[in-house]
Nanobody
Framework: QVQLVESGGGLVQPGGSLRLSCAAS????????MGWYRQAPGKQRESVAT???????NYADSVKSRFSISRDNAKNTVYLQMNSLRPEDTAVYYC???????????????WGQGTQVTVSS
């Protein structure tokens, strides 16, 4: 019933910028931490950036100073602003959220279906 939908992926030239969005919808009461993860072919999925409910952020070393994660709690949406993109940033980017759906349900991890980001000239 809860789903995450990413948008904003696509093809961009090296040095370009892209903004990813992820909106949570469905039967949810509150969203705790949210984050962006990525997986390139032949590599493990890695954390790119995370943001707590209160706005504290963490970034992978490879994207620090280039990417910025933010969230709009009123819209249940998390964003990833990606600047100075490099070919090595090419991957499928997944949105993650830890969500409490109400009642006696526990907090659960939810994942979006992923959005492709390709950085190439």
């Amino acid at each position: 019933q809860v789903q995450l939908v990413e948008s904003g992926g696509g093809l961009v030239q090296p040095g370009g910028s892209l903004r990813l969005s992820c909106a949570a919808s469905g039967s949810l009461s509150s969203i705790n931490a949210m984050g962006w993860y990525r997986q390139a072919p032949g590599k493990q999925r890695e954390s790119v950036a995370t943001i707590s409910r209160g706005g504290s952020t963490n970034y992978a070393d490879s994207v620090k100073s280039r990417f910025s994660i933010s969230r709009d709690n009123a819209k249940n949406t998390v964003y990833l602003q990606m600047n100075s993109l490099r070919p090595e940033d090419t991957a499928v980017y997944y949105c993650n959220a830890k969500i409490y759906s109400g009642g006696w349900s526990p907090v659960k991890d939810y994942w979006g279906q992923g959005t492709q980001v390709t950085v190439s000239s």
